[in-house]
């Protein structure tokens, strides 16, 4: 069980469902983000008591590893698999419950990434590095420096993570900060997102490796690795 201060506070529920987006599609649930909107004081502190026992029990219901996974062409008279980027939409309940998650481990996390980490960050992004890489060649002219580049173009990185090293390099880092709670809930999240079921044309699979394109902690968790 989780020590008081871990518990999730209806302040939380209340500050992370207003900033959810609208006009977003939703889920297998069809709940849209703007009814949560609606939810009063009585819905929202049974939505908490919800997270609350999804949080301190390490058990996520069945019906939010399901998704909508629909496939986008990236050109026209697109044939191949290839050719589609594939979205898939996840229960705004879900997105709610991970934004607090996310919230709670993201600055512990971050603070063990590189600075030279731009990727998945805030604050950074391609702009930003490109920016680092001309005023530490230009420092190099003036010295006369040589100055080496190595271009590594990771293929799919989301698509080929292996869940067995993401457990391991998970309990690992939350093990070496201390939040074993933080870690437990990162575990079964990820679960939720490698073992969901997908939907397509009526059947159902089971994706076992990979993360969620819409996950919220997969980022983090990309770094991570």
């Known amino acids: 069980m989780l020590m008081k201060p871990h518990i999730i506070t209806q302040e939380e529920v209340e500050s992370v469902i207003k900033r959810l987006k609208n006009n977003k599609a939703p889920g297998p649930d069809q ?113 006369n420096a040589d100055v080496f580049a190595c271009f590594i173009d990771f293929e799919m990185t989301f698509d080929r993570v292996q869940h067995d090293f993401m457990n391991t390099k998970s309990r690992e880092s939350f093990w070496k900060t201390g939040r074993y709670e933080a870690y437990e809930l990162d575990l079964e999240v990820r679960k939720s997102h490698g073992d969901e079921p997908l939907e397509l044309k009526g059947d159902f699979c089971v994706c076992g490796f990979g993360l969620h394109s819409s996950a919220i902690l997969g980022p983090i968790q990309e770094n991570e690795l």
């Open 31 to 143: 709940i849209h983000g703007e009814v949560l909107k609606l939810l009063g004081p009585e819905q929202i502190k049974l939505l908490t008591n919800l997270f609350n026992k999804i949080y301190t029990g390490g058990q996520m219901p069945n019906y939010w590893l399901l998704s909508t996974f629909i496939p986008l062409p990236k050109k026209a008279n697109a044939t191949k698999c290839s050719d589609h980027r594939i979205i898939s939409l996840m229960s705004h309940i879900l997105k709610a419950f991970l934004n607090i998650i996310q919230t709670r481990v993201y600055r512990r996390l971050d603070e063990r990434i590189s600075d030279t980490q731009f990727g998945f960050r805030k604050g950074l992004g391609t702009r930003e590095a490109l920016f680092s890489i001309q005023a530490l060649i230009q420092r190099a002219r003036d010295v």
